[in-house]
């Protein structure tokens, strides 16, 4: 039992109103009144501020858009109504983080019309959270002007501002982040830098004040518009800038039309941070898709290290990896160690040549002559596998979209119902098929893109497949709506252990649990037991590789190794047969962003809690109350955890593994080595 | 159970030796082999350093002594020897923060002579646990120069140093402080700087370093020794800076002898750094009084808060407070509602005249005449009441301690079985009459002033008194052999709410707490409800003044406030009346060092929990898990909070009492307001 509801009702029948202060026009406070938004109009000027138990966290903030053609909008604004509500319910995740998540808010909304010419009108929507707000445009139909461009909008510029409170006399805000706007993808290491230090970031973008204030700034339901990146215009000012149309403005809409929500997630502890993540989720649109049940969480294998280390290609030739008979025994190994999937990547014509961002060779359905896909479907079949299949576009994503409900046809009837897809293209942009044949160029993150992805993941659940995107747009909870949208990449993979220049280092994963991981699943692949990638070693301890598994959410996850790999790691493999890749509850039982964090999961369709554990370059001693387990219930704690001289550089394969039997009331300690981690199954015993 | 011996076990059994280092001539790792410290000789010059999880913690740093005749002792030596030994036990406090203390370290003594004359030695002993380190000097008997002065050290300075590690392109760590050898005592705000702004800072001093390592330095045992103050003298290197004797040495002793424990506990969170004291406990000698058992915990009511409020006066005249009548007003209360003692200040002559640091009016063995102790005493007696005894000094020490022993054996047959005393004089120093009859000044922490409490305190203990010393030396944790030296002040207390300039902040509480509480019980004098000093409000909400009593540890706990105050919150004040003094177990569940804390602690004597959680004067929203509550029983929370408009400033009154059935696998919400804070009884069900 969670207590919050039977206490926090108290709040709401107690309290008392603050005064609204003078240029507020409308207020809403968050349910427990810990955050309360205010609007302000000055001189016609709408603003929007965040307050959290009294105190300003975002300052004054602009609102509005620079429209082509008819110029900006953002002054000479009346409040032309408000209203509110009040939201408890609790909702089903077909599969998650958690299996239930309460939707708890209260929302305002307030209409603001302009008072010259052209009279344009517009809804703000402000949904205030205990943990975070979400706000978001709803332009009428009435929003355009007079006459033949009535019925569309060309958006130049989204004006929208987030300004960062600072205290005088405060050290600025500690900033996590990966740049917007140079690159194509999200493929970078974490900085660490004063907000000050912020050129342009990507969202999520997380930030911890000097008072150890935890915010994260992202957008939920990303639809038909284009990606917002934030760019600081001065202090802690930040500004929305959207990424751009190949035609040059950022978004083109009919009216009437509603952009996707702004969120901001404020809490008192990175821990509390990554749970107010259901904010994201509570922000989208239920489920379009009806029953996905089909979709089933899993873990998979896969011919995908190799082609890494380089010991096989995609290519066709002597090395060539998706042959019948490497894949046989993929198949085989899944089979015997309880894996749902077998990934094949290279499966299908196209690697040939020069393929980067230039995939207009690529064939999506027929395989390569030395790879029997009809018979190894079947083979898996008999084994209780399924194919995993692999798109890769090299960013020819309308050649792509040309093909697809043809592919995916070919893939359920094989009994594939998962595809895997990439956008590897680097600098150049998604191809966009133009109506004359011509092609441009389109950002990742660009309104077309956004389309693009919802395009191939409907045509997919025609035929009852999940879709798994790597190099992809960034995730903003569309899962909930599309559910068979089941993970994707979205920044830096083990991949990057194997050839990336730097490695991915220690503190990667306790980065992108409180930065990339606020937005969703992420297939990042981990489980290399070897260690070692083309020439460089992978930058963790053992026991850190299986924490993984607990710590980076993906319903879909691969136990990435080669399989003679695994033969060498027996005791350490058993916990990454174990684990499953869904869960009923979960716990962030402690953290620091780059730090390190402590995780506690419960299956999804059983009792077994699970724990996982990760630190940076530094060790780490911590105590965990395990107050998650069922009181009075005994549990065998199957402990991976890291030797006793264990680090990361000098000793990573320092492992041990022992059993303890435990219970709710225990505390156990976590002794993490440097660059380590800890994995924990607690095996419920019978009741 | 804590799981920590079970697993921590397997560590000792399958610990790799990591190779020693060029230069080491000596180390040694804690039991579970999280830390090690390395002494090195280069040539000849002796130092330390200190590795956590291989990564270091504290650079090499410096050791030896300036000595008054006979020049630096820190150069041309060689070990002569070295042993180690493993401790893992377990003692009883008779009364404390938690009644059993576990003491698991390694020691390590290696033994130093110098190659040249005058060839002394002396062995360095580090006691070495997973969350700390202690270390000490032990001068042999031949420690000293032959002939005249072989017997006697005379130290100048000691050369000990901290050079606290800091990784290149991190910001420096974060240093929480009070100014040391600018004033007489320790009544500052805390300041939080980075390291690098500190100049020369009392212990313990804390530190945060940018990978969020916590780090508190202080020292343990100061007996017949001078304080040690930290001088930072490059980057992050700390000097020790002993407090000066009167003559202008530091440090006079007969050889042998040792120095006290310089302590540097370390942890990963602020949590474990609080809990990490026990270190410092552990660093002192055994009870040498033998059973104090007469000692009781309790709290007390007194004519005190009056005196700040400048409404009654300590001196005699019309508005003297220490008179019969109001104190038997004060015994009634204090029997009406349980409170075991009644302070009176200003009793005794000596109030009249400017007693500040000339307290030679004072006189301990009688009352002023409107004082009827005798009467008073047999009046409280009837009613399970004693009175507190109160010896103000005004600094006059040695005025004092020719009195002492028959003020003692008055108090001892008139009931009064604790005194507090009281060491006012600003910039003056302590009093030491010598033996011509002249008058020195001395530092409230030099040498004379260590060995002056400690005269007090057995003597109070020959009469079974306890001591609390206001205006005192510091906390060393000697209260585990001086059971009778129960509390103390040592910082800023209440009354600076009363008239301080500034007052006490918001966030002054969550910093004495990773502070100045690293130490040892404070008598902070809490529970002014009445929110209101002497035409300034005290910076804090109603439930947070409640909480302070779990917060804020003291086995002599005041209930600070006038009684007609109380009389006006009967709701908050029935807390105060129920939460006890002392306490079985403490858990600090979370907390940052300066921004907050929550702390759960069980009852000494029964099985109720009590929580306190306060805040800075930012609002925060926590999820507590109650896993400390025992597994499988019922608990009554009688919860006692922040209103939801609350705020420490503008409506500091604004506060909710409630009930709520709970057990151990609840997740209890803390909303505390800005400056605000929650004060929970856990009223255990009959199993």
Redesign the interface.
């Known amino acids: ?4 509801s ?3 009702l ?2 709401a029948l ?3 109103v ?1 005064a609204v202060r003078a240029g507020t026009v409308a207020s809403i406070d968050s349910p ?3 955050l309360r938004v205010e609007l302000d109009l000055h001189e016609g000027r709408l603003g929007y501020r965040v307050r ?4 300003p966290v975002i300052d004054t903030s602009a609102l509005g858009f620079m429209l082509r053609g008819s110029g900006k909008l953002e002054r000479n604004l009346a409040l032309a109504g408000q209203d509110t509500r009040s939201v408890d319910a609790t909702w089903e995740q077909p599969w998650g983080e958690r299996r239930f998540v309460r939707d708890r808010h209260n929302e305002l909304r307030a209409t603001f019309t302009e008072t010259i010419a052209p009279g344009r009108s517009f809804d703000m929507v402000f949904r205030v959270f ?2 975070g707000i979400g706000f978001r445009y709803e332009i009428h139909a009435s929003g355009g002007e007079a006459g033949a461009s009535a019925a569309e909008w060309v958006i130049d510029d989204e004006l929208t501002e987030f300004a960062v409170h600072q205290p005088a006399d405060t050290a600025p805000p500690t900033a996590w982040w990966i740049p917007a706007g140079e690159w194509n993808r999200y493929e970078y290491l974490y900085q660490r830098t004063p907000l000050v230090e912020v050129t342009m970031a990507h969202t999520p973008l997380t930030l911890r004040t000097a ?3 935890h915010l994260a700034f992202h957008e939920a339901a990303l639809v038909d518009y284009s990606g917002m990146w934030l760019r600081r215009v001065e202090g802690g000012r930040l500004r929305a800038q959207l990424a751009p149309a190949s035609e040059g403005w950022k978004v083109k809409r009919r009216l009437p039309f509603h952009t996707p929500w702004r969120t901001v997630q404020i ?3 990175a821990a ?1 941070l990554y749970e107010s993540s259901d904010l994201v989720l509570n922000l989208n649109e239920p489920n379009r898709l009806g029953d996905t049940g089909w979709f089933e969480p899993a873990k998979y294998v896969g011919i995908w290290w190799s082609l890494h280390l380089e010991t096989e290609t995609w290519a066709s030739g002597p090395k060539h990896g998706a042959t019948t008979a490497n894949a046989k025994r993929y198949i085989d190994f899944a089979a015997a160690n309880g894996f749902r999937g077998v990934l094949v990547e290279g499966w299908n014509p196209g690697w040939d040549g020069q393929w980067f961002g230039n995939g207009y060779d690529f064939d999506f359905t027929r395989a390569t002559p030395d790879f029997d896909i009809q018979a190894l479907s079947a083979y898996a079949g008999e084994r209780g596998v399924h194919l995993v299949g692999h798109h890769e576009t090299g960013c020819a994503a309308s050649h792509y979209e040309a093909q697809m409900a043809e592919a995916f046809a070919m893939n359920a009837r094989l009994g594939i119902d998962a595809v895997k897809t990439g956008y590897v293209c680097d600098a150049g942009g998604m191809e966009r098929r133009l109506a004359d044949g011509s092609i441009a160029r389109e950002w990742h993150d660009g309104q077309w893109s956004s389309n693009h992805h919802l395009r191939v993941v409907e045509a997919a659940a025609r035929q009852r497949i999940a879709i798994n995107t790597h190099e992809p747009i960034k995730d903003t909870g569309l899962r909930r709506t599309w559910p068979n949208w089941v993970t994707r990449e979205g920044a830096r993979g083990m991949e990057y252990g194997a050839w990336g220049q730097p490695p991915n280092p220690p503190e990667h994963e306790a980065n992108l649990f409180f930065t990339r991981m606020l937005s969703g699943p992420m297939d990042y692949t981990p489980g290399i037991l070897s260690l070692q990638g083309r020439g460089q070693p992978i930058e963790t301890t053992l026991a850190k590789q299986l924490a993984l598994y607990v710590v980076l959410y993906s319903p879909l996850q691969m136990a990435a190794d080669l399989p003679g790999h695994y033969a060498q790691h027996m005791d350490a493999f058993q916990f990454i047969r174990d684990v499953p890749a869904d869960w009923a509850e979960t716990r962030v039982l ?1 953290g ?1 962003v780059g ?2 964090v402590v995780v506690a999961r419960r299956d999804r369709t059983g009792d077994d809690w699970y724990l996982g554990a990760v630190t ?8 965990v ?4 387990l ?3 219930r005994r549990y065998l704690a199957q ?1 991976y955890r890291d ?3 264990a ?1 990361w550089r ?2 990573p394969f ?1 492992f ?1 593994r ?1 059993s ?1 039997e ?8 976590l ?4 660059g380590g981690g800890q994995a924990i199954r607690f095996v419920a015993r019978e009741p």
Chains 1, 2 share one sequence.
Do not use: N, W, Y
């Not at 039992?1 to 919050?4: D, F, I, Q, S, T």
């Not at 959290?52 to 105190?55: L, S």
């Not at 109350?625 to 998650?628: A, D, K």
């Not at 002794?671 to 440097?674: D, M, N, S, T, V």
């Open positions: 039992m969670r207590l919050r039977s206490l926090l108290t709040f107690c309290a008392a603050p427990g009144k810990v959290r138990f009294g105190e205990d943990d008072d150890g204030l809490a008192d502890t509390a402690a620091e730090d390190f940076d370059e530094h060790g780490r001693l911590l105590e109350p395990l107050s998650f069922e009181p009075g402990v030797g006793t001289d680090h000098d000793a320092s041990q022992e303890v435990v219970g709710s009331a225990d505390i156990l300690p002794r993490l080595a440097a």
